[in-house]
């Protein structure tokens, strides 16, 4: 899959910001320059100074007709959080959300939360930790809970669709790693990066926001970019038959919302579903190679389907070995989750790994996957869910325990904010 940096939908300016397009100069040069504390000579192309030039910002746009984050490629890191809207009063979310989008633009440039000062009897506008870092491409996405909309006026802009998930197989939900009224998935190459956006925001939010739950995620799980497909905790390539979100037509039909939302502002948004899916993993590894693989319906080493050869063969669900059992078993997650065997339906899965220690009394690791999709309508997942929770052969390796839904509405652009989208 190519690097899809504009696959938010447009270029800063009209243009993206690469590594020779940084280095040849220009007026986004300077910015990008200034952000980073660079010298511009440092930046002139020259021979001289290319071979000292700093490493050029990886910048993803923040304005858009989406937003950055779910079509965009995967980042190597992670950091997530749901927030619980605690003010009563309508003037501190909108303030919120105008403060939250005047910080996270800048933040995607490499820049400051506006309004560091060097004034020794406050507190910094920005907390610091990021201070010269590249941003990384950090993408900051925000979503909406269904509860959100019972508030605030908000009930004639709720989407029929929004509610929360129904229960599904296989959950056993922790409280403390479910729900929310508003979500905010922070992306960086960075782990620092990405974990500073998050924490700014949530300090930006203090008095009208508390933050429900987080999660930190390493490894991307869902680019089938090369030089190869990343592999979960289970050892397997994830992200072999992901929707690529530089396809337009698959992203439109199955990734957007559209015309069949009743919310019209809406439109060019996604549905967001999280899932912290903890593995058994000392199971996993006792397990043998054979069954893995047939748990899976891939080959572990080259992420082939069991019926073919390389990665990206098509599976033949069809094919039967010589004694007439499936090639790719009845019960493999592959089989129960291909849009071929789900009625053409499809996700695009951005999720992440996890460990969070080990499981005190039993000494075992608590990690897993922390399962984020994007798609058109929640009954999507749902439907997969439904299906695989009962079915899917890694149901007995696996057990979803948090869970969200969330509703991202569509990019911004220049000079709006997050506030007038919401409550105008
Ligand atoms: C810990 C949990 C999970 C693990 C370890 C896992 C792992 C994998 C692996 C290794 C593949 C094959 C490579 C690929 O095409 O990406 C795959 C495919 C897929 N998974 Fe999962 N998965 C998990 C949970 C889920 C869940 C909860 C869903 C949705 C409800 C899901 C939906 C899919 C889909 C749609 C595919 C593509 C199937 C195809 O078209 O071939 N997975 N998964």
Redesign the pocket.
Known sequence: MPEDRNANGTGRDGSTVSRRGFLAGGVGAAAAAAAFGIGLDACSGSKAATETAAPAPEIVPFYGPHQAGIATPAQLRLAFATFDVVSTDRADLETLLREWTAAANPMTRGQLVPGSSDNQNAPPADTGEALGLMPGNLTITIGYGPKLFDHFGLAAKKPRLLAALPPLPNENLDPGYTGGDIAIQACSDDPLVAFHALRDLARLGIGTVVMRWMQIGFGT?ARTASPS?PR???G???????IDGTDAALMDKYVWIGDESDQPWLHGGSYLVA?R?R?FIENWDRDRLGDQEAV???NKTS?A?LTGHAEFDA?DFEAKDATGALVIPANA??RL????N?DGV??R?R?YSYTDGIDPVRGTLLG??F?I?FMQTPDQ?VA??QR?GINDA?RE??E?NGSGIFVCPPGLREGQDWAGQLLS
């Open positions: 799980t497909t979960n905790l289970l397997f390539k994830d992200g072999t038959r992901n899932r899916i593995m899976i319906g891939r992420g389907p599976p997650h592959i989750a291909s849009h071929e789900n499809r996700i899965r999720g897993g996957l399962f999709a997942f997969l869910q695989l890694l390796y696996i979803h």
